[in-house]
């Protein structure tokens, strides 16, 4: 059974800090790996997608690693903003059409 | 990708009664996902629905309790039943895109008091 696994669960930091969120998964045998935004009482917004094929994905100031063999992925956000506030959370899908593996996410809070 | 229109966005509902919650997609889907996050965890799959077929539902969650509908392939519902405190979570539903990139609703937050 998939066990995805966030460390730290929480992180505050001062503005223009880097952030850098960990993901780990047990079973290797992924299709890809998807970093999501939430912000309180809301819904999921995607950040990034890797497909197991890839190393990492970049969009602005969010890069994201993937090495599947170690089962771990890397969210790294740059310059952090106090609109970065939020829980991320990742997940890891086995197949198309199967369901999401979350993780138990990581509250990040960006101090001004 | 696919935008997602969910309703209502959150409710306060009496034990006992049932709400019933909307998920609209711009594009047709294949599969429909409904999740569940209860307060402080993180997302749980509560079943799968395909359009012409009865859904699939996950270790925990049964019909009786959680029914959907999946009239066509734009639109889905999820009724929670006989509901009680414990049931105060968010809902969200998802689908599934190019490369099984997922996108969600903006949920809805239900408390049941």
């Known amino acids: 059974k998939q066990e995805v696994t966030q460390i730290p669960a929480a992180l505050s930091v001062p503005e223009g800090e880097n952030l850098v969120l960990n993901c780990s998964f047990t079973?290797?045998?992924?299709?890809?790996l998807q970093w999501f935004r939430q912000d309180p009482g809301k819904g999921l917004t995607s950040l990034l997608l890797i497909q197991s094929s890839q190393r990492e994905q970049t969009s602005g100031r969010l890069n994201a690693s993937l090495d599947k063999s170690s089962g771990r992925s890397t969210l790294y956000i740059a310059a952090s903003q106090p609109g970065d506030s939020a829980t991320y959370l990742c997940a890891v899908i086995k197949a198309a059409g199967n369901k999401l593996t979350f993780g138990g996410g990581t509250r990040v809070l960006v101090k001004p | 990708s696919a935008v997602i229109s969910q309703k209502p966005s959150r409710d306060i509902c009496q034990r006992g009664t049932s709400l019933t919650i909307q998920c609209q997609v711009d594009s047709q889907v294949t599969m429909m996902f409904w999740y569940r996050q209860q307060p402080g965890q993180s997302l749980t799959l509560i079943a799968t629905?395909?359009?012409?077929?009865?859904?699939?539902?996950e270790s925990g969650f049964v019909i009786d309790k959680f029914p959907i509908s999946r009239p066509n392939l734009t639109f889905s519902t999820l009724t929670v039943s006989n509901m009680s405190p414990e049931d105060s979570s968010i809902y969200l539903c998802s689908v599934e895109g190019g490369y099984t990139e997922a996108f969600f609703g903006q949920g809805t937050r239900l408390t049941v008091v």
């Open positions: 629905a395909n359009q012409g077929s009865e859904a699939t539902y």
């Open positions: 079973d290797s045998a992924i299709y890809n």
